[in-house]
Structure formats: structure tokens, C-alpha cells
């Protein structure tokens, strides 16, 4: 089973809701925090992230890193994939 989640880089996102629109899980949302710029940035929302990478392809700043959890058994291995500068 692949599970994912997001790190973003608050410092750089714009709010702009690009990857909330892209998500398909919808598990992606704007936090009531403002980063340094003035904007309110995104976060997860909901554990439901299959780590498509959607929203890290439509993210106009690349502020957003996914990872990709697979469970085989009892062991977990973490891959990173998704746009990073």
C-alpha cells in the first residue's frame, strides 16, 4: 500500500490554491498561518495522500516536496519524488 504526504516550503508559497485544485484526494487545504510574504500557505489537511504528485507538478514556485511511503509487511521504505529547488 503507498501512502504519501507533502512538505511545503512555507518561505515560498503563494497560496495561490493551485494544488488544491489539483489534488484528487483532496487532502490538501490553506492553513490560517501567513508565512513571511503575507500569504496564507497550504498544508495537509487530511491523511488520506497517496503522494500522485499533483500538486508538486502544478506548483508554480516548486514549494512543494512529496513522499511516497510504501508498507510491505512491518517494514516502511520513504521515497522522495515531486519539484525542489
Do not use: F
Not at 13 to 28: F, M, V
Not at 55 to 72: H, M, S
Amino acid at each position: 500500500m503507498i501512502r504519501g504526504t507533502i512538505i511545503v516550503a512555507e518561505d515560498i508559497c503563494k497560496g495561490c490554491e493551485l494544488c488544491i485544485t489539483a489534488c484528487p484526494q483532496e487532502s490538501i487545504g490553506l492553513s490560517d498561518r501567513m508565512n513571511n510574504l503575507g500569504y496564507r500557505v497550504v498544508h495537509l489537511v487530511l491523511d488520506n495522500c497517496t503522494g500522485c504528485v499533483n500538486c508538486a507538478l502544478v506548483c508554480p514556485e516548486g514549494a512543494i516536496t512529496v513522499y511516497r511511503t510504501k508498507k510491505t509487511g512491518k517494514a516502511e521504505s520513504k521515497t522522495s519524488v515531486g519539484v525542489e529547488q
